[in-house]
């Protein structure tokens, strides 16, 4: 008898833990999105081949800056899941800019760019950096002429925006930089077979991270295809963090709106590839996975999680590691007599 009721039992766990497992699917669906594996349309850019292979070089062109040294992978480097390994980049004449690189990976779903929101998107965002005396330090004149120097670049242009009467523009620039940046993605990831129904995609500890996540509050900033990057929150909802990590002088969404509300108010960055686009928050000061989820949940969820949920909560962060775009580093087309020299002051 006693054998029977174990052969009983063994069919009843087995199916307790599908339900467990079916539930969790379930849940996660309900709040995230795998990341597809083509790009989406983007409104007012039709993505063409031509421009796509003109936002290529010009994503790796450091023409674009006045010293000629910085490119946009310089900050956001295709070989390092988008990113820089910098608290924060370095940029013309070896400044230090004021935050953290996000990475350009799957950027596109954002729902804006940069920490505090000021670029609405893409190709907003890409002349940002070019203007900057921090970064790039030039600006459109100095761009257009550069690149209407260039002679290689001008039939590149032209089979981008065949309609421009005037193809080499610094809004053309900026267009062709986003069609190639939203093919930036990275699907794949073993969240992302999960969410499609593979539940052995995830083993036992990743899921308890994912319940983790998702019970203790951490999904209502990071939630849809981003895992993140949909909406802006106070950092130090519950307590402030320690002012190296959150530093008083950089006030957030405030330098932007001008709102009180929004003093301290950041974009919650997407995690997708967190665990390999380190340091952390918008100052970098933070180089650890595990510290960073301690942060956040004493700052964020006035929390403190037990050393294995911590550990859990990581393990299941590194199952946002998707697959990497693999590229080619352009041929870029020659300087003639007539380019620009190199500014270095």
Same mark, same amino acid.
């Given at each position: 008898?006693?054998?029977?009721?174990?052969?009983?039992?063994?069919?009843?766990?087995?199916?307790?833990?599908?339900?467990?497992?079916? @539930?969790?699917?379930?849940?996660? %669906?309900?709040?995230?999105?795998?990341?597809?594996?083509?790009?989406?349309?983007?409104?007012? %850019?039709?993505?063409?081949?031509?421009?796509? @292979?003109?936002?290529?070089?010009?994503?790796?062109?450091?023409?674009?800056?006045?010293?000629?040294? *910085?490119?946009?992978?310089?900050?956001?480097?295709?070989?390092?899941?988008?990113?820089?390994?910098?608290?924060?980049?370095?940029?013309?004449?070896?400044?230090?800019?004021?935050?953290?690189?996000?990475?350009?990976?799957?950027?596109?779903?954002?729902?804006?760019?940069?920490?505090?929101?000021?670029?609405?998107?893409?190709?907003?965002?890409?002349?940002?950096?070019?203007?900057?005396?921090?970064?790039?330090?030039?600006?459109?004149?100095?761009?257009?002429?550069?690149?209407?120097?260039?002679?290689?670049?001008?039939?590149?242009?032209?089979?981008?925006?065949?309609?421009?009467?005037?193809?080499?523009?610094?809004?053309?620039?900026?267009?062709? *930089?986003?069609?190639?940046?939203?093919?930036?993605?990275?699907?794949?990831?073993?969240?992302?077979?999960?969410?499609?129904?593979?539940?052995?995609?995830?083993?036992?500890?990743?899921?308890?991270?994912?319940? *983790? !996540?998702?019970?203790?509050?951490?999904?209502?900033?990071?939630?849809?295809?981003?895992?993140?990057?949909?909406?802006?929150?106070?950092?130090?909802?519950?307590?402030?963090?320690?002012?190296?990590?959150?530093?008083?002088?950089?006030?957030?969404?405030?330098?932007?709106?001008?709102?009180?509300?929004?003093?301290?108010?950041?974009?919650?960055?997407?995690?997708?590839? =967190?665990?390999?686009?380190?340091?952390?928050?918008?100052?970098?000061? =933070?180089?650890?996975?595990?510290?960073?989820?301690?942060?956040?949940?004493?700052?964020?969820?006035?929390?403190?999680?037990?050393?294995?949920?911590?550990? @859990?909560?990581?393990? !299941?962060?590194?199952?946002?590691?998707?697959?990497?775009?693999?590229?080619?580093?352009?041929?870029?087309?020659?300087?003639?007599? @007539?380019?620009?020299?190199?500014?270095?002051?």
């Amino acid at each position: 008898m006693k054998r029977m009721h174990l052969f009983l039992l063994v069919p009843l766990c087995l199916c307790n833990s599908a339900f467990a497992a079916d @539930d969790l699917m379930s849940r996660a %669906n309900k709040l995230f999105n795998p990341i597809p594996t083509k790009a989406p349309p983007l409104k007012g %850019n039709p993505a063409t081949a031509a421009k796509l @292979d003109l936002g290529a070089k010009l994503f790796f062109d450091p023409r674009l800056s006045s010293s000629q040294l *910085i490119s946009c992978n310089t900050c956001h480097n295709v070989g390092l899941a988008g990113a820089d390994l910098q608290e924060t980049s370095t940029g013309h004449g070896w400044q230090k800019g004021p935050r953290n690189s996000p990475t350009v990976f799957n950027a596109v779903f954002d729902v804006a760019q940069f920490w505090d929101g000021r670029a609405k998107d893409l190709q907003t965002q890409a002349k940002g950096p070019v203007q900057a005396a921090v970064e790039m330090n030039s600006n459109p004149e100095l761009v257009v002429k550069t690149l209407k120097s260039i002679p290689g670049y001008a039939p590149l242009f032209k089979a981008a925006f065949p309609r421009a009467a005037d193809p080499v523009s610094f809004d053309n620039m900026a267009r062709a *930089i986003e069609v190639f940046e939203a093919t930036l993605l990275t699907p794949n990831s073993p969240f992302d077979r999960f969410l499609k129904g593979d539940a052995a995609a995830l083993n036992a500890r990743e899921k308890r991270g994912l319940r *983790i !996540f998702m019970d203790k509050g951490c999904a209502p900033c990071h939630a849809g295809t981003n895992v993140g990057g949909v909406g802006y929150y106070p950092f130090g909802v519950r307590e402030a963090p320690a002012t190296e990590i959150r530093p008083s002088g950089d006030t957030g969404r405030f330098m932007v709106t001008n709102t009180e509300s929004d003093r301290y108010v950041f974009k919650a960055p997407s995690l997708r590839n =967190v665990a390999v686009t380190q340091p952390y928050f918008h100052s970098g000061k =933070v180089w650890k996975l595990y510290d960073a989820v301690v942060v956040m949940s004493s700052a964020q969820l006035g929390v403190k999680l037990k050393e294995g949920e911590v550990e @859990d909560t990581v393990a !299941f962060l590194k199952t946002l590691t998707g697959r990497q775009p693999r590229l080619h580093y352009p041929l870029l087309p020659p300087s003639s007599d @007539d380019t620009p020299h190199p500014q270095l002051k």
